[in-house]
């Protein structure tokens, strides 16, 4: 019989400190370590402000590589040597653990991703998304749908309105979120849906018209963290694992519109 998940919540937790203890007292005689973290590129902007704040915090340094999360599956599988992944979806850690590529009990959901339909023209899109139904727009970005979650999730809302067919011939999509939001942000697509986090700054959207997407529309974007096989014994990366779980971290992730689940 499965566990229930409070009891593999609490497990992960427990196995997560204890990697921690090891770790530091591997690492005992040294004053810093570097950990390198493949990061999706939906969590950019608050990941560099966790990194800074982790650094000054411990001593350790967070090298960062951002991208889509598929290419770093390809990358990883092949033999990359990141350490530590922050995905931007939950079944991929989850299929890295698997296969022996994550260390199993590591993985946890570190944010809840927001999807936002975004124009970086100030009065393209209003507050409840009807725009999307009147058609006023040529192009709308979205995320290639079969590898990335926040393009699925935007295929899903388009559903939910009833106006797929009728947007189809004008979809554009992007390899990934960044590259969607890139569309978008240069004006070669009128509109797109993008993760909040890419256009808030401070709590508030920073430019452009907004219709913030109710959560009830889509299925949730969880995105895990998972500690990789070469990863295994670092002190830094168990340390950033600890620390992106911290209030401060959290505080940072909040600040860019992601939500977080519930502690059980």
Same mark, same amino acid.
């Given at each position: 019989?499965?566990?229930?998940?409070?009891?593999?919540?609490?497990?992960?937790? &427990?196995? +997560?400190?204890?990697?921690?203890?090891?770790?530091?007292?591997?690492?005992?005689?040294?004053?810093?370590?570097?950990?390198?973290?493949?990061?999706?590129?939906?969590?950019?902007?608050?990941?560099?402000?966790?990194?800074?704040?982790?650094?000054?915090?411990?001593?350790?340094?967070?090298?960062?590589?951002?991208?889509?999360?598929?290419?770093?599956?390809?990358?990883?599988?092949?033999?990359?040597?990141?350490?530590?992944?922050?995905?931007?979806?939950?079944?991929?850690?989850?299929?890295?653990?698997?296969?022996?590529?994550?260390?199993?009990?590591?993985?946890?959901?570190?944010? +809840?991703?927001?999807?936002?339909?975004?124009?970086?023209?100030?009065?393209?899109?209003?507050?409840?998304?009807?725009?999307?139904?009147?058609?006023?727009?040529?192009? &709308?970005?979205?995320?290639?749908?079969?590898?990335?979650?926040?393009?699925?999730?935007?295929?899903?809302?388009?559903?939910?309105?009833?106006?797929?067919?009728?947007?189809?011939?004008?979809?554009?999509?992007?390899?990934?979120?960044?590259?969607?939001?890139?569309?978008?942000?240069?004006?070669?697509?009128? &509109?797109?849906?993008?993760?909040?986090?890419?256009?808030?700054?401070?709590?508030?959207?920073?430019?452009?018209?907004?219709?913030?997407?109710?959560?009830?529309?889509?299925?949730?974007?969880?995105?895990?963290?998972? +500690?990789?096989?070469?990863?295994?014994?670092?002190?830094?990366?168990?340390?950033?694992?600890?620390? +992106?779980?911290?209030?401060?971290?959290?505080?940072?992730?909040?600040?860019?519109?992601?939500?977080?689940?519930?502690?059980?």
């Amino acid at each position: 019989m499965t566990p229930p998940t409070s009891q593999i919540t609490l497990a992960r937790r &427990l196995f +997560l400190c204890a990697l921690v203890a090891i770790a530091g007292m591997a690492g005992a005689t040294t004053r810093a370590d570097e950990v390198s973290v493949a990061v999706a590129s939906n969590f950019t902007a608050p990941m560099q402000k966790i990194a800074a704040a982790f650094e000054a915090d411990t001593g350790h340094v967070a090298k960062l590589s951002f991208g889509a999360t598929g290419k770093f599956y390809a990358q990883i599988a092949n033999g990359a040597p990141f350490q530590v992944l922050l995905a931007a979806d939950d079944t991929i850690p989850a299929r890295l653990e698997r296969e022996g590529k994550a260390v199993a009990q590591s993985r946890f959901t570190y944010a +809840l991703g927001a999807l936002v339909l975004w124009s970086a023209q100030p009065t393209t899109v209003d507050a409840q998304g009807a725009v999307l139904s009147t058609g006023g727009f040529k192009h &709308l970005a979205i995320a290639n749908p079969r590898v990335a979650p926040y393009g699925s999730a935007a295929m899903q809302v388009l559903d939910k309105l009833g106006v797929t067919a009728a947007v189809q011939p004008r979809l554009v999509q992007g390899e990934n979120i960044a590259q969607t939001y890139q569309f978008v942000s240069t004006g070669n697509a009128q &509109l797109g849906f993008v993760a909040l986090s890419q256009v808030m700054v401070g709590g508030k959207i920073s430019s452009g018209s907004a219709w913030q997407v109710p959560a009830h529309m889509h299925s949730p974007i969880r995105q895990d963290a998972a +500690l990789l096989t070469s990863g295994r014994g670092s002190p830094a990366a168990a340390a950033l694992l600890q620390y +992106l779980q911290g209030s401060k971290a959290r505080a940072i992730i909040q600040s860019y519109g992601y939500g977080f689940v519930a502690q059980p």
